[in-house]
C-alpha cells in the first residue's frame, strides 16, 4: 500500500545529542513538510520541501535541519540548538498544487 | 496569512448529524478551505476541501458561505469513531504548500 512511513514511533535521547528521525514515502509526491505538535494544540511547521535538493524554512525552523537528496526521503535532525525538543513529530506528503496532504503517523520524541 | 477559529469542544450524538463551524473572515478568492482530523497520538487524516461550492464525499460534506467567511463541516451520522481533534484549515495564497493549523475542534461522539 502506498503511504508514508515515520520511524521509530517512539524516540528517547539525552540532552545535548542530536537526533534525526526518518520520513519515507512512496507515494511519488513532490512536496514533503516536517511538522510539529506540543500537547493540546495545533500543528506548526518546521520545514518543507517542494522539489528534491530544495527546502525552505517554515515557521519554527530553529534548531532542525533537513535534506531532501531523494524524492522518496526528507530525514529531519532535531539539534541540540533546539530548546525544547519534546515533542510530537508528524511528516506529510502532497503533489503540487492545492492537492491534500497525507500523514505519517509520526514520531514521540522525547528528550531529557 | 488567514486564520480560522472553530470552538474548541463539541458533543454530539451517535447517529445524529454533526455540524461543525468555522470562521476564516480574512480568506482571500484564491484560497481553500481543508478539513482534517486527528486522533490521539496518530496522524491528520484528509477529509474534504473546497474553494466557494459546497462539496460532498464519502466521509462529509462541506458548506461554504456565499461570502467564503465560514464553513461548516457535515459528518452526516456520527459513530463513535468520529470522536476526534477537528482541523479547519484555509491554504494561503502563493502555493507554497503550507497549511495552517489552528487549535482546532475536539467532537465527542456519545452513544
Known amino acids: 500500500d502506498g503511504g508514508i512511513t515515520q520511524s521509530p514511533k517512539y524516540l528517547f535521547r539525552k540532552e545535548g545529542q542530536n537526533v534525526t528521525l526518518s520520513c519515507e514515502q512512496n507515494?511519488?509526491?513532490?512536496?514533503m513538510y516536517w511538522y510539529r505538535q506540543d500537547p493540546g494544540q495545533g500543528l506548526r511547521l518546521i520545514y518543507y520541501?517542494?522539489?528534491?535538493?530544495?527546502?525552505q524554512k517554515g515557521d519554527i525552523a530553529e534548531g532542525y535541519s533537513v535534506s531532501r537528496e531523494k524524492k522518496e526521503s526528507f530525514p529531519l535532525t532535531v539539534t541540540s540548538a533546539q530548546k525544547n525538543p519534546t515533542a510530537f513529530y508528524l511528516c506529510?506528503?502532497?503533489?503540487?498544487?492545492?492537492?491534500?496532504?497525507?500523514f505519517g503517523n509520526g514520531t514521540r520524541l522525547t528528550v531529557t | 496569512d488567514a486564520k480560522t477559529t472553530q470552538p474548541p469542544s463539541m458533543d454530539c450524538a451517535e447517529g445524529r448529524a454533526a455540524n461543525l463551524p468555522c470562521n476564516h473572515s480574512?480568506?482571500?478568492?484564491?484560497?481553500?478551505v481543508y478539513w482534517y482530523r486527528q486522533i490521539h497520538s496518530q496522524g491528520p487524516q484528509y477529509i474534504i476541501h473546497?474553494?466557494?461550492n459546497n462539496e460532498t464525499n464519502e466521509m462529509a460534506s462541506l458548506i461554504i458561505t456565499e461570502d467564503r467567511k465560514s464553513s461548516t463541516l457535515i459528518l452526516p451520522h456520527a459513530t463513535l469513531r468520529d470522536t476526534a481533534v477537528y482541523y479547519c484549515?484555509?491554504?494561503?495564497?502563493?502555493?507554497?504548500?503550507?497549511?495552517?493549523f489552528g487549535q482546532g475542534t475536539t467532537l465527542q461522539v456519545k452513544p
Open positions: 506529510a506528503s502532497s503533489t503540487t498544487g492545492t492537492s491534500p496532504l497525507h
Open positions: 507515494l511519488n509526491h513532490d512536496a
Open positions: 520541501s517542494q522539489i528534491v535538493n530544495d527546502f
Open positions: 480574512t480568506i482571500s478568492g484564491n484560497e481553500y
Open positions: 473546497g474553494l466557494k
Open positions: 484549515i484555509v491554504r494561503p495564497s502563493g502555493n507554497t504548500g503550507k497549511l495552517i
